[in-house]
Structure formats: structure tokens, C-alpha cells
């Protein structure tokens, strides 16, 4: 395993960390075991950074999370988020709160789940249009302050709310989507954390499933998968990206090595501050998705994938549907 600095001082992590959002039933039923299981040989194979959230299963991920870990905190880079609420107890998380009493009353709950007594990356998991960025931020400045967070990171912000927060408390991560085929973050938000010092998580960096390989037909959704909402996988629009994606897993095969790993490999020679964080909830998988790490991949192969996958190309939103 390779190992990349999150920021100008922040901590150090492996170059592939790992997504928990799976593991509390994002893509239907998930085995708590084998989830857990799979943590623990993550740390085996030297991945260190964590990454979950306060309403990933209402709280049941972070708990999930924290009996993995167990025993082993010193190992773990560990990021969770909040400032995202459901409506009613129970349901999706829809609303943001980027009050300071809501993150501190968050924040404080997390860790009581986590069962640790600091997070090293608190994420705000939303800009809260009715609350200014610094206020929120400031409210997590403080966090900081009384050791209850080492570090302080911002999800699927603007270019202009990054600078805005950056000048309250120092940004040690900013998280978004990006990948081979979503590539959006490359316009303006990457040339700002680049400016700032900032490092980078991807999350989705295997387009939820499609660039790992893995999905063929929409059949393969089983009951409580969210992808059944979500456009890329509906109808005309699945059966294009599946086409796309499958000139690019006859690149892969030429290689030896899998589709998931090359697509990671590309996103780590974008730049050294990029930390993909890939989800999964099979020890089988992750052990690809690690090996990506140690996968230096030319800049002429970097160049054709990028080719075969032109983000232009793919169809439907890369937001999923509210329902």
C-alpha cells in the first residue's frame, strides 16, 4: 500500500481508502459480519482511511464502523459527516442543518457511536443554504479546539464556498463525486484545492458499480438498492453506459487487470492529493480496489481510458431521484 498527505498538514493515509455507505444497506440488504469483516482486513492490507457518515443508516453505519474498529482506533484514519437530516425519523436525508448547535449535537453523537473520542476528518456534509459556510465552519473550528475533531473538511461544495471556509479554519479534505466517467470536479473545484492545499476525496469512484465491471443488467438490482432510482441505471439510459463501459473493460482485460483497478489507478494519476474511497462490502472486492495503490498506470494508458469513457457520452444525471 501506498500512503498520501491529505492536505498541507493534514494526516497521512493510504492513496485507496474505503467507503462504508454500502454496509448499512444503501444497495439492499447488507451482512453485518461480513461488513465488518471487511474493515478489519482493509487494515490488513494497510488502508487506514475510513469514510462514513451520521445518515448512513440513521447512525447504524457509524455503529457498524466503531465494533469494526474496535481494539484497532490507531490504525484508522477515520472521517465521518454531518450537517444532512431526514425529514421524518427514519428517512432519507434531505435536509441540511448547518447550524452550530445541530453540528455540535451531531458531532458529539457520532462519536458516541463511533465509540472513539475524537473523528481525525469532520465533513460538512452539505452547505446549508440558510446558514453561511463560515458560521457552520466556525462552529467546527471549535470542535477542534476541544479535540473532539482533528481536522475539518467540506462534501460537494462550490469552488467559492471552499475559499469562503478556507479563510475561517484551514480545509485539510474536500469530498466529492469523481471519476472516469464523472468528471465535473476538474473545472474548477481540483484547480482550487490545488491552489489551497487542500486534499481531495473521491467518492464514486467506480460509478457506483458500472466501472468496476461488475453489472450487466438491471436485473442484477435487487429490493432496497437505491441505484433503481437513479438515472444512469434506468432504462435506455443503463443500456448506453453499458455499451461505454464495456469498451473499456476490453482495454482492461488486455492488461491483466481489472476494470476496478485500472479505473482507480487513473484517478490516483490525476494528482497526488486525490484519495479515491471506494465502497464495498466484500473482502473479494476490496482486495482490487487496493491494489490500485500499488498500480502506476503511463500517462498514455491514463489518456486511452479517459478516452473510451468521455463523461459527455454518459447518460442521465449523475443525481439520483428523490422519491
Known amino acids: 500500500m501506498r ?64 465494533r469494526a474498529i474496535s481494539g484497532r482506533r490507531e490504525e484508522v484514519v477515520l472521517a465521518t459527516r454531518g450537517g444532512l437530516r431526514a425529514a421524518v425519523p427514519g428517512g ?16 458529539e453523537a457520532s462519536l458516541r457511536r463511533l465509540g472513539t473520542g475524537h473523528v481525525d476528518i469532520y465533513y460538512l456534509g452539505r452547505v446549508d443554504p440558510a446558514v453561511p459556510v463560515e458560521e457552520s465552519v466556525g462552529a467546527l473550528a471549535e470542535l477542534v479546539a476541544e479535540g473532539k475533531i482533528r481536522h475539518v473538511g467540506l462534501s460537494e461544495a462550490t469552488a467559492e464556498q471552499l475559499r469562503r471556509a478556507h479563510a475561517v479554519h484551514p480545509l485539510t479534505a474536500v469530498e466529492s463525486e469523481y471519476s472516469l466517467w464523472e468528471r465535473h470536479v476538474e473545472d474548477d473545484i481540483l484547480p482550487t484545492v490545488r491552489e489551497l492545499g487542500i486534499g481531495f476525496t473521491a467518492h464514486t469512484p467506480l460509478g457506483k458499480g458500472f466501472l468496476a465491471g461488475a453489472l450487466v443488467t438491471t436485473d442484477q438490482l435487487g429490493p432496497g438498492d437505491h441505484r433503481r432510482n437513479h438515472p444512469r441505471f434506468q432504462g435506455e439510459n443503463f443500456r448506453r453506459n453499458r455499451r461505454l463501459i464495456a469498451e473499456a473493460e476490453e482495454a482492461s482485460a488486455e492488461t491483466g487487470l481489472p476494470l476496478a483497478t485500472l479505473a482507480l489507478a487513473w484517478l490516483l494519476s490525476r494528482g497526488p492529493e486525490i484519495v479515491p474511497i471506494p465502497g464495498t462490502r466484500r473482502r473479494t472486492h476490496l482486495e482490487a480496489n487496493a491494489a490500485a495503490a500499488d498500480h502506476l498506470i503511463t500517462p498514455e494508458q491514463a489518456d486511452r481510458l479517459a478516452a473510451l469513457v468521455p463523461p459527455a457520452l454518459v447518460s442521465g444525471s449523475r443525481q439520483p431521484v428523490r422519491r
Open 3 to 66: 500512503y498520501r498527505t491529505l492536505g498541507t498538514g493534514g494526516p497521512l493515509v493510504s492513496a485507496v481508502g474505503l467507503g462504508c455507505l454500502g454496509m448499512s444497506g444503501g444497495y439492499g440488504p447488507a451482512d453485518p459480519a461480513e461488513c465488518e469483516a471487511t474493515i478489519r482486513h482493509g487494515l490488513d492490507l494497510g488502508i487506514t482511511l475510513l469514510d462514513t457518515a451520521d445518515f448512513y443508516g440513521a447512525g447504524a453505519n457509524e455503529e457498524l464502523v466503531g
Open 92 to 107: 432519507p436525508p434531505t435536509i441540511a442543518d448547518g447550524s452550530p448547535g445541530h453540528l455540535r449535537q451531531a458531532c
